[in-house]
């Protein structure tokens, strides 16, 4: 019987043969031929590998994204609008896709005196 990984194949006729309950002491029948082949899964060897010992092109490119966390990520920018509430004229303002792609954005507008609203483009 030849072993390849968890692969296990009649010595007879190169079957491929069922799987190995991991036991010396277990006979594998081959399906093929009928011949009886000892069980070697124990005494396979298991090896370990780590992601840099297969060097990839992609691999190299993802470990230069950087990762932000949202609650960090300035999303909002100071335009020229007068909040209805206390007649500032700088507010904050985000804009944001809700409708269909071909319809306009929604704009939020947030004053510093805490009133908001919003418009859609």
Known sequence: MAAIGS??????????????????KNILH????????KDT???????????????SLLRQKLSIVQ????HQMQTEALTNETCEKCG????????????????GSTIFYTCDC??????NN
């Open 7 to 24: 692969l296990v194949f009649c010595t007879d006729c190169g079957n491929l043969l069922p799987v190995s309950k991991g036991n010396v």
């Open 30 to 37: 081959c399906e093929c031929c009928g011949a009886e082949n």
């Open 41 to 55: 899964a124990s005494k396979m060897t298991v090896t370990h590998s780590k992601p840099s010992d297969f060097p």
């Open 67 to 70: 990762s932000v966390e949202r």
């Open 88 to 103: 500032r004229t700088e507010v904050r303002y985000s804009a944001v896709q809700l409708r269909g792609a071909d319809e």
């Open 114 to 119: 805490g009133h908001k609203w919003n418009t």
